[in-house]
């Protein structure tokens, strides 16, 4: 399942606010990890068009070429998309509500 299914499924069934500026990116399996994908490039550049200031990306992506790349855009003010990771459902929807709805206490 994509995270942006399971995220989507949250929103409609919790008291959850998700944040609006926020794309993410990843597959989840049974234990809850957030698992690596492909094409983040593409990935990245569309949530960049679409006007995204953050993407949250699978921990196991985190060090690839294509999201240093906007790693780096993002730390020399060259872009406004600033892309955080998420190693497990927990954390993917930290990264994603609205401040102070989180699931830590």
């Known amino acids: 399942v ?4 399971w995220l989507a499924f949250l929103a409609r069934f919790t008291t959850l606010r998700f944040r609006r500026d926020t794309a993410c990116t990843g597959d989840l399996c049974l234990n809850g990890r957030v698992l690596p994908v492909g ?3 593409e990935k990245l550049s569309g949530a960049e068009e679409m006007g995204m200031t953050r993407a949250v990306v699978p921990w196991g992506n985190f060090e690839d070429e294509e999201v ?11 872009s406004g998309l ?7 459902l ?8 609205e401040e102070g709805h ?3 206490p």
């Open 102 to 104: 989180g699931t830590s």
């Open 90 to 97: 927990v954390e993917l929807i930290n990264q994603c509500v």
């Open 2 to 5: 994509t995270a942006a299914a």
């Open 82 to 88: 600033e892309v955080v990771a998420a190693d497990n």
């Open 68 to 78: 240093l790349e906007f790693r780096r855009k993002y730390e020399k003010n060259e």
């Open 39 to 41: 094409s983040l490039r």
